[in-house]
């Protein structure tokens, strides 16, 4: 009998260490800041810069869309450590109004709320011209007929 209280004893210390420990829940990583060119030229390369932290101390992984290339396609850039700033190049190739939306995730799964930065790439007066001039000399025939529609 007094074997068995013994041994039921032994159990009981052997167990409370289990039942006492702690579980820690997994903190999703900070909403990413995303810093950039808000306007620019279709076709010119941009950096990006995109930072995060974990509460955790995990690594960070960015969820990038750049709203363009697929509408709603998110791309995996990391690991980077956490705090660590992300710098990310894209070029836009056509002219237009694109939203760049960005979240964060740490290994275990945990994810942050979506960032935002609007982007503009307008048409720019110099490629306006640019065509033009290059459309004239394709075409010099038609000079005299455009001067002479503009009364030149």
């Not at 990038?64 to 290339?69: A, E, F, R």
Request: proline share 7%.
């Amino acid at each position: 009998m007094k074997k068995n209280i013994v041994i039921i004893c032994i159990g009981m210390l052997l167990t409370i260490p289990l039942l006492s420990a702690t579980v820690l829940a997994n903190e999703p990583p900070s909403i990413p800041e995303i810093d950039g060119e808000t306007s620019g030229t279709a076709g010119v390369e941009y950096e990006y810069t995109f930072v995060s932290t974990d509460p955790d101390g995990d690594d960070i992984f960015y969820m990038v869309s750049w709203g363009c290339c697929g509408s709603g396609d998110f791309h995996t850039y990391g690991p980077y450590e956490s705090g660590e700033e992300a710098i990310i190049s894209h070029s836009y190739h056509e002219e237009g109004e694109y939203t760049i939306q960005a979240y964060a995730k740490d290994p275990d799964g945990a994810e942050s709320d979506i960032a935002t930065l609007e982007v503009t790439m307008p048409v720019r007066y110099n490629m306006i011209r640019s065509m033009f001039l290059n459309f004239l000399d394709q075409h010099p025939r038609m000079f005299p007929i455009l001067r002479n529609f503009l009364g030149l």
